[in-house]
């Protein structure tokens, strides 16, 4: 699922077949289920959201919940899978909030999504992403 969710982003390099390395997904995701995080996979393997808990970058006491990775595949996007998934993600993330394990979460959309309005369900924006090739 890692390799098809990376096959539709957007910049080249994550597309190029060269660049996977199949040991450093295994060890990431390996960490993220060690307790730096959480995969969600439905019962069928045909969605996935992966999310890990990383130090801000400016002030690494402050620890983050980042969602990685949501990806559902093609011939399941029109169903609630995608959305199921999402929801389990936003009540975990709000337990680890409330608890203080977390300072905050964050999600993301990704530019061949469709723009999803997380303001009506608790989030407020921080930055958005650009790049160049």
């Excluded at 098809?4 to 289920?33: G, M, W």
């Excluded at 389990?88 to 203080?100: I, K, L």
Aim: charged fraction near 20%; include cysteine.
């Amino acid at each position: 699922m890692m390799r098809q969710y990376a096959l539709e982003s957007s910049p080249q390099a994550l597309r190029a077949e060269t660049n996977h390395d199949a040991d450093h997904v295994t060890q990431l995701i390996f960490q993220i289920v060690s307790g730096r995080g959480f995969a969600l996979v439905d019962d069928d393997y045909r969605g996935m959201l992966l999310a890990m808990i990383a130090p801000n970058l400016w002030c690494p006491k402050a620890l983050i919940l980042h969602e990685l990775a949501w990806w559902v595949k093609h011939e399941h996007r029109n169903g609630t899978l995608g959305g199921r998934l999402w929801a389990e993600f936003n009540m975990m993330a709000q337990s680890m909030v409330d608890s203080g394990r977390v300072a905050y979460a964050c999600t993301t959309v990704m530019a061949n999504s469709p723009l999803i309005d997380y303001t009506k369900r608790g989030y407020r924006p921080l930055e958005a992403t650009f790049f160049k090739e």
